[in-house]
Each structure stands twice: as C-alpha cells, then as structure tokens.
C-alpha cells in the first residue's frame, strides 16, 4: 500500500493500465478518493482527458457524487 502526506490510505479501490484508485481518510475525517497516474510523464492527450475529467466531476453538484477538492496536475 502506499503512503501519502495526510491521508490515511484504506484501500485500493481501482487500477487501470494509466492510473490507480485509492480510498483513504483525511486529517480532518473526511473521506477522500485519491487517484494516481502510473507514468511520470504522461502525455499531453493524457493530461488533456485527466484535465477534463476533472472539470466535470467539479462541476457536478449532486448528491452522492464524489466531489473533487483540488488536483496536481502541472500545466
């Protein structure tokens, strides 16, 4: 399993051949979904998808939506 600053780290929840999925706990008791590329260096297609993954899922203000807080994505 991995460690991450933070975070609590359950379970792995998802993986495919680009990223994983993790379920975990905050600090602060929140629930959280973490999901992690697997390259590095992704591609600029594979930013843009992830980028507009992204804005979507914020965008969604419906109830048991997972909700996005912030992401890391570099530009």
Known sequence: MITLP???????????????????IGDD???????MLKQDYPSPQ???SYRQ???ITISLNLEGVVKAYRTHLRS
Do not use: C, D, F, P
């Open 6 to 24: 933070g975070i609590a780290v359950q379970s792995q929840i998802y993986e495919s051949s680009a990223s994983v999925v993790y379920r975990g």
């Open 29 to 35: 008791g929140r629930a959280i979904v973490v999901k």
């Open 46 to 48: 594979e930013l843009t």
């Open 53 to 55: 993954e992204y804005e």
